[in-house]
């Protein structure tokens, strides 16, 4: 069955640092990838998206790779403010449909 | 545009009970999309339209569960008789895309469900 694993359920960070997030799955061949963010009783907010002949897609601070030989994507945020402290969701979509990780909640301490 | 709305946005019920959750999406947006979300199962899909369609509702946990989307602008989420279990926040997300390409989902602000 299709499983997506994203790293350790909580991180904790230093503000000033780079958060490194995880996205691991298994039996799945998605077209393209997404990460989403999503704060405390609100839904998820879309940040980027990378499609699976893409290695890396960049804005601003947000840095996602995705490789699809080792099926894992990671989810890079550099100079972390503690306005970025939310929990992270990747999501896999193949043919309209998006399979979400259960998340990782970041914290970055000021 | 105001964003995906649903209504409402906190609901108790004792169980048994009829629940109808709604959804209004982005004006133009093709695609629309049930989740429901918990801390033990994270954030599942139910159901998804396309063009006001039904494709795949294989997410629908079993019959007590029902959506439909009369038409571009409206769709609901029925749970008929509810259970404790069914205790979660529901999403409504839309999307501009097709089935074959992409979906960047713009959420609305979830039902926090409650069944006694």
């Known amino acids: 069955s299709q499983k997506i694993e994203q790293n350790s359920e909580a991180l904790n960070i230093q503000e000033g640092k780079t958060a490194t997030l995880t996205c691991n799955y298994t039996?799945?061949?998605?077209?393209?990838l997404q990460w989403y963010r999503q704060d405390p009783g609100r839904g998820p907010v879309f940040l980027l998206l990378?499609?699976?002949?893409?290695k890396e897609k960049r804005k601003e601070r947000l840095k996602v790779t995705f490789d699809t030989t080792l099926k894992q994507s990671l989810f890079h945020i550099t100079a972390s403010q503690p306005a970025d402290s939310a929990t992270y969701l990747c999501?896999?979509?193949?043919?309209?449909?998006?399979?979400f990780g259960d998340g990782t909640t970041l914290t970055v301490k000021p | 545009d105001a964003g995906v709305i649903q209504s409402p946005r906190h609901e108790v019920t004792e169980m048994g009970q009829e629940v109808t959750l709604r959804c209004k999406p982005i004006?133009?947006?093709?695609?629309l999309f049930w989740y429901r979300q918990t801390m033990m199962r994270g954030l599942e899909l139910l159901i998804y339209?396309?063009?006001?369609?039904?494709?795949?509702d294989s997410g629908m946990p079993e019959d007590r569960f029902s959506a439909k989307m009369p038409n571009a602008s409206f769709s609901t989420l029925k749970i008929q008789p509810s259970e404790p279990r069914d205790s979660a926040v529901y999403f409504c997300?839309?999307?501009?895309?097709?089935?074959?390409?992409?979906?960047?989902?713009?959420f609305g602000a979830g039902t926090r469900l409650s069944v006694l």
């Open positions: 004006s133009g947006h093709n695609s």
């Open positions: 999501a896999l979509t193949n043919a309209g449909k998006s399979t």
């Open positions: 039996n799945y061949s998605p077209a393209y």
């Open positions: 997300a839309s999307s501009l895309g097709s089935l074959a390409g992409f979906n960047i989902q713009y």
């Open positions: 339209f396309n063009n006001n369609v039904p494709i795949d």
């Open positions: 990378i499609r699976e002949n893409e």
